[in-house]
Structures are given as structure tokens and as C-alpha cells.
């Protein structure tokens, strides 16, 4: 399936965090999320094994008691059930793949 960025609808998911859902199949998902400075989503875990790719600017990841600041280009693995919390540095732009797909993200 070919999806334009244009299409995919933008979400608030939290103040300063937004969301688009670029693509999903039956296995897997793939969602842009955008931060403003400051930006924090805090400690959760899910079913969902997720994977991405910092694609502009700095995040501070928290995941299973590591924190470390991520720069474009980096990337990172979260498995499933452990708790992890993300704060944006600067205005940032994350690309994450969701396995299986998050239905509330359809």
C-alpha cells in the first residue's frame, strides 16, 4: 500500500506530542511522531514491541532504568511490556514501528 504524508491525519496524543499514522499492515505499523521543546510522554509500557528512528533533533529516552540523550540518527528498540518515557530536548521528529499494530492508532 502507498500512503502521501498529506494524507496520514495528525493527532494530539499529548500537549506538544503528535502523531501520524504513515502506514499499517497486518503485522507491523509505522507512525511520525513530532515534539515541541519540553515535550514529555511519560512512563508507559503496551503489548507492542516498537522500534524507531530519529529523524531531526534530541530526545531523552528512559527505557527499563537507562536514560540517554538520542540525537538524529540514532535509533532505539523498546520491548514488549517494559516501561519507557521519551522527553524532547529540542523540536524533534521520531519515525516508530509499532509489532503488531496499535489499534488505537488506526
Do not use: C
Amino acid at each position: 500500500m502507498l500512503t502521501h504524508r498529506s494524507d496520514a491525519t495528525p493527532v494530539e496524543m499529548l500537549p506538544g506530542v503528535t502523531r501520524r499514522t504513515l502506514n499499517s499492515g497486518k503485522r507491523m505499523m509505522l507512525i511520525e511522531v513530532t515534539f515541541e521543546e519540553g515535550a514529555v510522554v511519560p512512563f508507559h509500557s503496551h503489548p507492542h514491541e516498537q522500534i524507531g528512528y530519529l529523524a531531526s533533533g534530541r530526545l531523552q529516552f528512559e527505557i527499563a532504568g537507562l536514560r540517554q540523550e538520542l540525537a538524529a540518527g540514532d535509533s532505539w528498540l523498546v520491548p514488549s511490556h517494559v516501561p519507557h518515557q521519551v522527553t524532547a530536548l529540542e523540536p524533534s521528529v521520531a519515525i516508530d514501528v509499532f509489532s503488531p499494530p496499535r489499534e488505537e492508532y488506526r
